[in-house]
């Protein structure tokens, strides 16, 4: 998906009405004035951080007015295609609303439009939605940007055997600064990148990565990382991946792919994606295990490699015995089951010294170490 911005002066002409529209505008600075082309009555004038010409993009009719710069002037250009896709992927009850409104402002806009600046309950549903969507549109574009611009760094955070204490692999996240908000959480960005197809580029981004850290690592060490849905359904992701690990000489092995017990709610789906990756060669972690709804059940139907036990547990272990006691159980049936077990979030040493004697494999969190950057990583002893 691309993204444009556009430069007008005063004066140029945006759009006229009953042009075809394939496209609907933000403005990043300046302003626009909407109106009639057959009497030039002005509409509205619209400034900084406002939506205009998204009418004729929603329900594909020709522009109803025209639009002209009134001062020197920047547009992000919001294509159709991520407009319908949004719309697609939305809650039916935001698609109805959307569609009764847009029904209601066409038959309203030959006589009524004029007098904007209303105030009914309606304007004020449509601001909302309106707000919502285009700072995610904004941070959206941002996004794509930060991708090709290499705003989107990949850090590296150790895993270590819990026995011996020496690392064994590293998880391989993301991060953003951006150069105004500063750090944006990836819970944030990879959410908004998951609804897009923005997650394909980061996971590209990650991927080339690890596998360029990895040929400077001992052998016997891995790393993680984190796959989504859109990643793994994307019949190409997967072999692009095992294309560059083999031209980098990279055994699979040592590329884990870690997918949360909340991407499995069809198993049969997850099944196919177990079996495509391990036809490939890569292991699969069960990341944050036990905090869905079908812990158990996912034990019993899909046979992963690693199971990553979530820090919730792990990190409650003192302050309430049953989190023991169940960890207990999980340790004993991952064991039975030929999986290996990772602790999240081992922050301390009494934790460290519990996971040993519950026989965890592994161990992650601040007490081994913190996210680090590459250079960083590769400093340390293995
Ligand atoms: P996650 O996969 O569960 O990653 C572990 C998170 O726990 C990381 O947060 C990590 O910094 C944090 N953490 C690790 N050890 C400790 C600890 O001892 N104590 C505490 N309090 N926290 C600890 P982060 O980096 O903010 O990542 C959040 C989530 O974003 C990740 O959760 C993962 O689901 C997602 N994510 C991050 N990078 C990527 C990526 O490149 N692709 C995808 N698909 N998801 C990513
Ligand atoms: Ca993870
Ligand atoms: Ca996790």
Redesign the pocket.
């Known amino acids: 998906m691309s993204y444009h911005i556009k430069q007008f002066q005063p004066g140029d002409i945006i759009f006229h009405g009953g042009d075809s529209s394939d496209c609907a505008y933000i403005i990043e600075h300046g302003q626009v004035e909407i109106f009639f082309q057959s009497d030039h009555t002005v509409i509205d004038i619209l400034s900084e951080g406002e939506l205009f010409g998204e009418m004729g993009v929603l329900d594909q009719s020709p522009r109803s007015t025209s639009a002209r710069a009134l001062t020197d002037l920047t547009l992000l250009e919001v294509k159709t295609q991520q407009i319908t896709n949004r719309l697609t992927e939305s809650d039916p009850i935001v698609k109805a609303l959307v569609g009764v409104l847009l029904k209601r402002f066409r038959s309203m806009l030959p006589k009524q439009v004029i007098s904007s600046g209303s105030n009914s309950l309606l304007d004020q549903v449509a601001s909302v939605i309106e707000q919502a969507g285009l700072s995610k549109f904004k941070l959206e574009s941002e996004l794509s940007s930060a991708i090709n611009n290499g705003e989107i760094q990949?850090v590296f955070?150790p895993i270590c055997d819990i026995q011996s204490g020496r690392i064994a692999g590293f998880?391989?996240?993301?991060r953003w600064t951006h150069p105004e908000r500063g750090f944006i959480?990836?819970?944030e960005f990879?959410t908004l990148a998951?609804e897009t197809d923005l997650?394909i580029e980061?996971?590209d981004l990650?991927f080339t990565r690890a596998l360029e850290v990895l040929t400077q690592l001992p052998e016997h060490v891995f790393i993680n990382?984190?796959?989504?849905s859109k990643q793994l359904d994307d019949e190409r992701f997967l072999n692009r991946v095992l294309k560059k690990a083999k031209a980098n000489g990279i055994s699979p092995q040592r590329l884990k792919l870690?997918i949360?017990e909340t991407m499995v709610v069809d198993f049969k789906l997850a099944k196919q994606w177990l079996d495509k990756c391990r036809n490939i060669g890569f292991p699969v972690c069960a990341?944050?295990f036990g905090t869905g709804h079908s812990g158990m059940e996912q034990l019993v139907e899909l046979d992963f490699d690693v199971l990553k036990v979530d820090?919730v547990f792990i990190m409650n272990m003192f302050k309430n015995a049953r989190y023991q006691t169940v960890l207990k159980s999980i340790a004993s049936m991952a064991k039975s089951l030929g999986a290996q077990l990772v602790a999240?979030?081992?922050?301390d040493e009494p934790t460290c010294t519990a996971l040993k004697a519950l026989n965890f494999d592994f161990g992650?969190?601040?007490?081994f170490g913190?996210?680090m950057s590459e250079a960083e990583a590769l400093k340390l002893q293995f």
């Open positions: 990949t955070q998880e391989a996240l993301s959480s990836p819970v990879i998951e997650i980061v996971g990650v990382i984190n796959v989504s870690e949360t990341d944050d820090q999240e979030g081992v922050e992650q969190g601040y007490y913190k996210p």
